[in-house]
Nanobody, 127 residues
């Protein structure tokens, strides 16, 4: 297991930007594929983006393609989510997740694939 701590959430107007960070503990960060999920009030937790262990591969949910970018810095044990052109429907608690499964790419969009989670950071986009 790896411990994850998110930061960078806040209140922003529609069209604005935020960058979320997720700091991981331990010295084996590069063993983990990392993802961001989000959960709006009354909704299921949904997949947002995922990045492979060394950052070669990334996948996004359709609603954020072209607006969000996931990246990682293995030297800093940190994964990022740059969010641009934010919309009110992006309002949610954003969670960082990690998996060391070698088959993560088969079901990267499922929360059950990920065994470690952060506590979440609130993102609120006003119209």
């Amino acid at each position: 297991q790896v411990q994850l701590v998110e930061s960078g959430g806040g209140l922003v107007q529609a069209g604005g930007s935020l960058r979320l960070s997720c700091a991981a503990s331990g010295r084996t960060f590069s063993r983990y594929a990392m993802a961001w999920f989000r959960q709006a009030p009354g909704e299921q937790r949904e997949f947002v983006a995922v990045i492979s262990r060394i950052g070669v591969s990334t996948y996004y949910t359709d609603s954020v393609k072209g607006r969000f970018t996931i990246s990682r810095d293995n030297a800093k044990n940190t994964v990022y989510l740059q969010m641009n052109s934010l919309k009110p429907e992006d309002t949610a608690v954003y969670y960082c997740a990690a998996t060391d499964s070698t088959s993560w790419s088969i079901a990267y969009y499922k929360k059950e694939t990920f065994g470690s989670w952060g506590q979440g950071t609130q993102v609120t986009v006003s119209s």
